[in-house]
């Protein structure tokens, strides 16, 4: 009973992830799939223009910045696939 209210505190949407990722990358197509249906495990594909010129590297921390601090905390894990537009 407590690990399943803890999960609801914790988890992300998968709306609110897009939202602050398009926040920061408004020109970002982004594509999010809830790997393990468990709204904590999730997979996220983002093309952006912004991403040009960048190392892979510089591209996920650009989206994990775009989350603000929630990785970890609300959101347990998320898989990251950057693409050029």
């Known amino acids: 009973m407590a ?10 949407d998968l709306k ?3 939202n ?24 996220a594909t983002v093309t952006s223009s912004q991403f040009s ?3 892979k590297i510089e591209q996920h921390k650009m989206v ?4 603000k601090g929630r990785m970890g905390n609300e959101l347990h894990a998320l898989a ?4 050029e537009s």
Not at 3 to 12: G, R, S
Request: zero cysteines.
């Open 16 to 18: 609110e992830i897009e």
């Open 80 to 83: 990251i696939k950057t693409k």
């Open 3 to 12: 690990y399943k209210l803890y999960e609801q505190i914790m988890a992300m």
């Open 20 to 43: 602050f990722i398009k926040e920061a990358m408004p020109d970002a197509i982004v594509e999010i799939q809830d790997l393990a249906g468990d709204g904590n495990h999730y997979s």
């Open 53 to 55: 010129g960048k190392s």
């Open 64 to 67: 994990y910045n775009s989350l």
